[in-house]
């Protein structure tokens, strides 16, 4: 296509100014010239004056009407339409050859798409698996201590609770003891003679002795002291669950406790 461009290029183009035919004539020896470019060569020339062709020498005369009398050459026209015709061709040609590429590029795009959404899938699909295995893992964790701590603090709850039923029960005891004493002094002094008081003042006393001696509140409360249930939340996740979820605590919290005398 390139070498019918060259040639019509070359057909089609005046010898003279080089370039495209404009209003082309021609010559009895067959050359074909521009009515312009013949009209440069011809210059001071009139009509039946002898006028020699640049390419041949060969003389023509001037016809009676002038140059425009000169033959139009149709078949260059027709050249020209031929050579727009094939220029045209040759561009849809190369348009078509860049398209093409450009479709092998959009193919080869496409490819390389399908298969970096095939690999990113793979990504994802992996990552989901391994979420949902970490979080189960977190949640059986989780799970576990969960049931540790309920059950220490289970624990914790019998143990106090029975060791302030138990301090309970001793001061209710030694308070039905002194209401007892209390109750029988009394009805001594109000109904007994004054020889039961006498006799009974002694042994009243001891009794009495052995009671305040036997005081339990204070000792009790500072034997049982006072404790606390804390739980501290943790806000640091790591694969220990106290970490992660926090642990109880349970510890005493001492106190002085202050001894009173017990006066007689």
């Known amino acids: 296509m390139a070498v019918a461009l060259k040639e019509l290029a070359d057909v089609t183009e005046c010898v003279v100014c080089t370039e495209l035919f404009t209003d082309p004539r021609v010559l009895p020896c067959i050359h074909t010239y521009c009515l312009d470019c013949i009209r440069g060569f011809s210059k001071d020339k009139f009509p039946g004056d002898e006028v020699a062709c640049p390419l041949c020498r060969k003389e023509f005369i001037i016809p009676w009407n002038g140059l425009d009398g000169l033959p139009r050459n149709f078949f260059m026209d027709k050249m020209f339409r031929v050579r727009k015709l094939t220029s045209v061709v040759a561009q849809m040609e190369k348009d078509v050859s860049a398209v093409a ?142 970490k992660t979820v926090g642990e109880l605590q349970f510890g005493k919290i001492h106190c002085h406790v202050v001894e009173r005398r017990n006066k007689r």
Do not use: P, W
Not at 111 to 127: G, P
Not at 199 to 223: C, F, K, P, Q
């Open 101 to 242: 590429n450009g479709m092998d590029k959009c193919q080869q795009t496409m490819k390389q798409l399908a298969t970096e959404k095939k690999d990113f899938l793979e990504q994802v699909s992996k990552r989901e698996r391994e979420i949902r295995e970490k979080t189960a893992r977190l949640k059986q964790m989780i799970d576990r201590h969960e049931e540790s701590l309920l059950a220490d603090l289970k624990s914790i709850k019998q143990k106090r609770t029975s060791d302030i039923e138990a301090a309970y029960d001793a001061v209710e005891c030694q308070l039905a003891a002194r209401q007892s004493y209390v109750s029988y002094v009394h009805e001594i002094i109000e109904n007994g003679t004054a020889c039961e008081i006498a006799t009974a003042a002694s042994s009243l006393h001891e009794t009495a002795d052995e009671l305040l001696m036997s005081d339990v509140n204070e000792r009790t409360l500072a034997d049982l002291g006072h404790y606390v249930v804390t739980f501290e939340s943790s806000t640091f996740v790591a694969d220990d669950a106290k």
